[in-house]
């Protein structure tokens, strides 16, 4: 879905609305605050990894 053309610039501009102005955002300005996964397709999986080995080292 995040491949699809168009879709972190609507992600931005929703956003945006949602937050509405409730919390002081500045961040929400920019275009680095939604991004494309910087890790492609593997992203879940490493990030799934990455948080079972934060949770094997915490113990």
């Known amino acids: 879905m995040s491949k ?16 509405a102005g409730y919390v002081d955002a500045p961040q929400l300005d920019g275009n680095d605050y939604v991004i494309a996964p910087t890790l492609g ?7 799934a990894i990455a948080l079972a080995l934060d949770m094997l080292n915490a113990r």
Do not use: C, Q, T
């Open 4 to 19: 699809a053309p168009g879709f972190h610039e609507a992600l931005r501009i929703s956003l945006k609305r949602w937050v």
């Open 41 to 47: 397709d593997e992203a879940g999986v490493l990030g």
